[in-house]
């Protein structure tokens, strides 16, 4: 449908207005709630893709999530209706120590992008709270920051803590500035992404497997 | 005066920008404050200043810098055991560790708007006065003039002081839908910069070299794409360094991440040095050196994550092979890519200070 090509690209191109004129006219329209989302999707998708080519920078991804975020309000009350849940549930938040945020905030904007149900904790998180979190929300998924290399204890104690209770078949996923792959393996990790786009890609798979 | 070898530090720092013979590489570094509390409590006996003497800095700084629109009208709003919550000087609301450094929990910024902006914001900063001290500069220029070391007055850029008080989100969707705005900012924030750097340099203060700091880009890019930079915020970049040119002096930028996307456009604005290059990154200089090493000169690029392993071996690799691709440019001066962690114990820290001297000599 050229309308929701339309709406695939004003998210790409970040333009709340177009965005929200669009998702409400396909609503109007009574398009499908799940064809309206998978065209929203389909345009971070887009947008994840060009930043981790540096075809797009962060300001780019920011206007896209904020379109994409305003569109996804007007269609939230559809998707109930239809029954159509969130891909994945996934926590995160900012390892005890660590006040930084942007990172984070960047990945949960993908994570929301791709529409999963994100709950953010902050920052300065500590395992328990992790864990608690994990719980009351059933997720499937719970993502660790980690900005400063004063706080890599701190994510491996947390990443220990988060295996040892007992959550089932929960994906450990952790990034930030000084994480690599090698220390993610180290720590026990499930995975590792450098980028906020790539830890879309890293819980799909994680989760489809 | 102090001279290790045939050289003070400030002709030592010179004969680098010059590409001219040196005896050794030029040396300087920088230490989180815990790591300093450790090494005190692993014998160091004194403190940051005692660790550079060690290490023979060759740098000596005059003054630091970071206008602000409500200078000196900071306060704390709430606190509890571990951290207080600050309303700072430059209008923005922040979270920060009372017992130790990291970067601070923002949780929320004043000037959210182009309007706050110019009705608060600007007029707040063009009218306060003076945001240095200038007789504090006059000072310590004289001590570093007595030391020999290569005096510098560091300070924030605009990039870094646009943050600061609009935070990340605010300032770089601004720059995709309010360019003008965003532009004014810098322009706004250098022209008060040059406003004090004249300050100084009327009182004799004759300075070698600008460091100024900000962070425009992280582990996988620039926060802006390279396009953004050049319209927005470069043309400052470039005044301050033709301004620091012009008083005969250098200009040294400090960024964190990967920046490899804008070199060209730091020889375009007539940099002189980018510091500390860092290797997490994606900064590596035995790529960098062969391609820039005639029109900047390279101060860093040490891993500190090699340092935290406390590994011997791997440390000394490490700067055995970053030392001797600087050398190759004689425009190279020894830095760690960041700032020493507190993971890099003191009698380590002593070995790194061995290597760097036995390994920077040319």
């Not at chain 1, 209770?165 to 180290?186: C, R, W, Y």
């Not at chain 2, 010179?14 to 001219?20: D, E, H, L, S, V």
């Not at chain 2, 060759?58 to 951290?83: C, E, K, L, N, Y």
């Not at chain 2, 114990?345 to 002593?350: A, K, P, V």
Request: glycine fraction near 8%; charge should be negative; hydrophobic fraction near 40%.
């Amino acid at each position: 449908m050229a309308e929701l090509q339309e709406l695939t690209q004003v998210i790409i191109k970040g333009n709340r207005a177009e965005a929200k004129r669009l998702t409400q006219a396909a609503i109007d329209a009574q398009v499908p709630a799940r064809q309206v989302l998978d065209a929203l999707v389909a345009g971070m998708d887009e947008v994840g893709r060009r930043f981790q080519r540096n075809e797009v920078f962060v300001p780019e991804m920011l206007i896209a999530s904020r379109a994409m975020k305003e569109a996804m309000a007007l269609l939230e009350p559809m998707l109930v209706k239809a029954g159509i849940k969130p891909e994945y549930i996934a926590v995160i938040g900012a390892v005890q120590g660590d006040l930084h945020d942007i990172g984070k905030n960047l990945v949960a904007m993908m994570w929301r992008g791709a529409n999963f149900q994100v709950v953010d904790l902050g920052t300065n998180v500590p395992a328990e709270k992790f864990i608690a979190a994990v719980k009351e929300h059933r997720a499937q998924v719970v993502g660790l920051s980690s900005l400063l290399t004063t706080t890599m204890p701190a994510m491996q104690a947390k990443v220990k803590a988060i295996k040892d209770a007992g959550l089932g078949s929960l994906k450990v996923v952790v990034g930030g500035a000084p994480i690599t792959q090698d220390f993610a393996k180290e720590i026990g990790a499930d995975g590792f992404s450098p980028d906020a786009a790539g830890a879309v890609d890293l819980v799909r798979k994680l989760l489809a497997a | 005066m102090t001279t290790q070898g045939s050289l003070t530090g400030r002709e030592r720092v010179n004969r680098m920008f010059a590409r001219q013979d040196q005896d050794r590489i030029p040396r300087h570094e920088s230490f989180w404050p815990e790591t300093i509390t450790r090494w005190q409590e692993e014998g160091l006996s004194g403190e940051q200043s005692d660790v550079l003497d060690l290490l023979e800095s060759d740098f000596g700084q005059v003054t630091w810098m970071w206008p602000s629109p409500f200078r000196g009208q900071g306060r704390t709003i709430q606190q509890d055991a571990s951290t207080r919550v600050v309303r700072d000087e430059h209008g923005k609301l922040a979270r920060y560790w009372k017992n130790k450094s990291g970067t601070p929990e923002h949780l929320g910024f004043d000037c959210d708007s182009r309007e706050k902006w110019e009705q608060v914001y600007k007029p707040a900063l063009l009218n306060t006065g003076l945001q240095v001290d200038v007789h504090a500069a006059k000072r310590a220029f004289r001590r570093a003039r007595e030391l020999g070391q290569w005096a510098y007055v560091a300070g924030v850029e605009s990039f870094e002081q646009t943050r600061t008080m609009m935070g990340d989100e605010i300032t770089l969707m601004g720059m995709m839908e309010y360019p003008e705005w965003i532009r004014d900012v810098s322009v706004t924030c250098t022209d008060v910069m040059l406003r004090n750097l004249d300050a100084i340099v009327a009182e004799g203060v004759h300075f070698d070299g600008l460091w100024t700091y900000g962070d425009m880009a992280y582990n996988h890019a620039t926060m802006c794409s390279p396009a953004t930079y050049r319209e927005l915020i470069w043309p400052d970049h470039k005044r301050l360094a033709m301004w620091a040119h012009a008083h005969n002096m250098k200009f040294i930028y400090h960024t964190d991440g990967d920046i490899n996307g804008v070199m060209d456009l730091y020889v375009e604005a007539g940099f002189d040095c980018i510091q500390p290059l860092e290797a997490k990154a994606n900064m590596d200089i035995r790529t960098l050196c062969p391609k820039y090493g005639q029109q900047l000169a390279m101060f860093g690029n040490c891993n500190v994550m090699k340092y935290a392993t406390n590994d011997r071996a791997v440390i000394e690799e490490e700067i055995r092979a970053k030392l001797e691709a600087g050398k190759k440019t004689r425009g190279y001066a020894y830095h760690s890519d960041h700032s020493v962690p507190p993971q890099v114990s003191w009698e380590t820290y002593q070995f790194i200070i061995d290597l760097v001297k036995r390994y920077g000599k040319y």
